[in-house]
C-alpha cells in the first residue's frame, strides 16, 4: 500500500512539474523617463497669468504575466520618481516632491479587454518650504475599463486628497 502511495504522490509530482514548465514566464522590464508637462493654471488660482509646469523624472519596473497559452492576463509593476514645478519660463526657481506607487493591471484575453487596474502609494506629495503640503495624493485607487466607452471608470478611491495650489503659484510667481 505505502508503494503504490508513493508512487502516485511522485507521478502527482512529476504531473505538476511539467505543467508547470509550460507556463509562459513573466516579462521583467525597467524604464527610465524625464517629461515636462503643464500642472496648474495660476491664473485660475487669482495669482497671475502664468502656468507652473512639472518636469517629472522617473523610473520604474514591472512584469507582465501570460497564461498557460501565451495570452497577456496581468501586469504588476511599480514607479517612483520626483515632480520638479516651476513657473513657466522660469526652470531655476523649483518646488519638488517625490511620488512612489505600486499598479497592478487585469486583462481578459478571451475578449481582448483590459478588465481591472488598481494602483497604491503615493502620486503626489510637494510641499512648499515654510508652508507644509500644497499636493498630497495617496492611497489606493481601483479603476474597471468600460469597453463600449473605451474609458476607465474610478469605482475606489481611499486616502489623503490634498490641493492648495495658490500658495504655490505664490511662491513660484516670476518677478517682474
Not at 16 to 27: K, S
Not at 61 to 79: A, L, V
Request: hydrophobic share 40%.
Amino acid at each position: 500500500m505505502k508503494r503504490i502511495t508513493v508512487l502516485l504522490v511522485l507521478l502527482i509530482l512529476a504531473f505538476v512539474l511539467v505543467i508547470t514548465a509550460y507556463a509562459a514566464p513573466p516579462e521583467r522590464e525597467t524604464y527610465e523617463y524625464d517629461v515636462v508637462y503643464p500642472f496648474a493654471d495660476c491664473g485660475i488660482e487669482g495669482v497671475g497669468d502664468f502656468w507652473l509646469f512639472n518636469n517629472e523624472v522617473g523610473s520604474g519596473r514591472f512584469k507582465r504575466f501570460y497564461d498557460n497559452d501565451g495570452n497577456f492576463i496581468k501586469e504588476i509593476g511599480h514607479q517612483s520618481g520626483t515632480d520638479n514645478i516651476f513657473a513657466e519660463g522660469y526652470p531655476d526657481k523649483v518646488v519638488t516632491g517625490q511620488f512612489a506607487f505600486n499598479w497592478m493591471v487585469q486583462f481578459d484575453s478571451e475578449v481582448g479587454e483590459y478588465t481591472f487596474s488598481d494602483q497604491v502609494g503615493t502620486w503626489w506629495h510637494i510641499m512648499l518650504p515654510g508652508y507644509g503640503n500644497i499636493v498630497h495624493f495617496a492611497g489606493i485607487e481601483e479603476f474597471q475599463y468600460d469597453p463600449d466607452a473605451d474609458e476607465w471608470s474610478l469605482i475606489k478611491d481611499n486616502g489623503l486628497r490634498y490641493v492648495d495650489m495658490a500658495p504655490l503659484c505664490e511662491y513660484l510667481a516670476p518677478s517682474p
